[in-house]
């Protein structure tokens, strides 16, 4: 069974710019949830989608970052414009409806905003 | 507010010695816990799980301790290895929600 796939696995832009990270959940979870782990910190929870549906986005930072899950299959997650306090690993997690302990991480998206 | 944490961010031990690697939270109302094994270049990994029903739960080469007076969690991990060395990370949920919150993380090093 493939796992949670997320790409880039990195990257590096300017203030200002815009980036979108994409992660393709394991086949069949309709729970997808993003977190983000800023450098020596706690990972940190930013939203919650259930198929295609947002059902908590309360740890969204603010208006600059956008999360779309179109077709309730991958999710984007969009960061315009791009700011410095933005960089920090994003991961994206999947689980089947029901959750449960059976969480799957991706390997992560290193964002580095310069 | 609520919070989990950990009392060392780095834990260095030898190979074949045990590895203890504490948690405290504040909620009173987590009902759930979890620790996670997250190695370089990968995401966070489930390791082992505990209910707030029950106080010691063992696995594979580690056993989770949880002391609900005052709330303290503990995965203790025997005989580490080299291939123990990651960061790992405690996570609680509570009221049936799905949603982990995770603590700092402890990176262990283990030294051949």
């Known amino acids: 069974e493939a796992g949670v796939t997320q790409f880039p696995s990195h990257s590096v832009i300017e203030k200002g710019q815009t980036v979108t990270l994409r992660c393709d959940p394991i086949s069949g979870h309709d729970n997808l949830y993003w977190y983000r782990r800023v450098m020596g910190k706690e990972i940190k929870f930013l939203l919650h989608f259930v198929k295609e549906s947002k059902q908590d986005e309360s740890g969204m930072p603010n208006n600059r970052f956008l999360a779309e899950r179109t077709g309730g299959t991958y999710s984007t997650l969009k960061v315009q414009p791009a700011e410095l306090e933005d960089s920090g690993v994003y991961f994206c997690a999947s689980s089947p409806l029901g959750g449960g302990s059976g969480y799957t991480f991706g390997s992560g998206t290193r964002l580095t905003v310069v | 507010g609520e919070s989990v944490g950990l009392h060392l961010p780095t834990l260095s031990v030898q190979e074949g010695d045990n590895s203890i690697i504490n948690c405290a939270y504040s909620n009173s109302a987590s009902d759930y816990f979890i620790w996670y094994k997250q190695e370089s270049g990968k995401g966070p990994q489930f390791i082992i799980d505990i209910r707030s029903n029950m106080d010691k739960r063992q696995g594979q080469r580690v056993t989770v301790l949880l002391n609900k007076t005052v709330k303290h969690l503990s995965l203790q991990i025997a005989a580490t290895q080299p291939g123990d060395s990651a960061v790992y990370f405690c996570?609680?949920?509570?009221?049936?929600?799905?949603?982990?919150?995770f603590g700092r993380g402890t990176s262990l090093i283990v030294h051949p």
């Open positions: 996570a609680e949920r509570s009221g049936g929600s799905y949603i982990p919150t």
